[in-house]
């Protein structure tokens, strides 16, 4: 069972990836349109503010001129995903994933929305698959350590993936710190106290 304290810790870090990832879609691979470039990027204006509906209403209307950008999609993903609207987010991650395959940031929100349906097993696949394409992407570090450790019982796994998010963020997140010490010493007593006398 997950104590309280880190259930609530991760629903922090999970809305400071809302925060976060909004702004690291790119409109997508063509940015010769200006008009569309500036939209976009008063709907991430509008997603920071916390005004939801009009960064819906901008990202929509780019989805519908420009359908080929991956970036409308995947911010509006994040939004739904924010919104709890689960079934909404996964449409529009997968409306982005089929315009970039390599869309990181789609797969990394695809992977919490399978972790909320408890499906493991696919949420780890596609934390996987965003840290092959590319393994300096934090957040997916991040978000397969606590997967590991809270949900698989993988603690060594995700000790390996708390340190490399750590590494990659210069260990500025103190949480994660505490979380790598109780890791290691809750492996440490496991492992000292595990053998059988013969």
């Known amino acids: 069972m997950i104590p309280y304290f880190k259930i609530i810790c991760i629903v922090c870090l999970s809305t400071l990836l809302l925060a976060c990832a909004s702004t690291e879609s790119q ?4 940015q010769s349109k200006p008009r569309y470039s500036a939209e976009f990027k ?16 901008a990202l929509e209307s780019i989805t519908e001129s420009a359908p080929n950008y991956t970036g409308p999609w995947t911010n509006l993903g994040i ?3 924010g919104q709890r609207d689960y079934v909404a987010a996964e449409r529009y991650f997968s409306e982005a994933l089929k315009r970039r395959p390599k869309n990181t940031i789609a797969m990394n929100w695809m992977g919490y929305l399978s972790s909320v349906k408890k499906d493991y097993k696919s949420a780890s696949a596609w934390y996987l698959r965003a840290i092959e394409i590319d393994p300096a992407y934090s957040d997916a570090h991040l978000n397969l350590a606590m997967l590991y450790e809270s949900s698989m019982r993988r603690p060594k796994e995700a000790l390996e993936h708390y340190r490399i998010y750590q590494s990659q963020t210069n260990a500025e997140n103190t949480l994660v710190s505490a979380w790598i010490r109780n ?12 053998e059988v006398d013969r």
């Open 183 to 194: 890791l290691e010493e809750s492996i440490n007593y496991v492992a000292s106290n595990s």
């Open 79 to 81: 939004i739904y995903a």
């Open 42 to 57: 008063r709907a991430i204006a509008a997603m920071q503010a916390g005004d939801f509906e009009t960064a819906k209403t």
């Open 27 to 30: 409109l997508g691979h063509d």
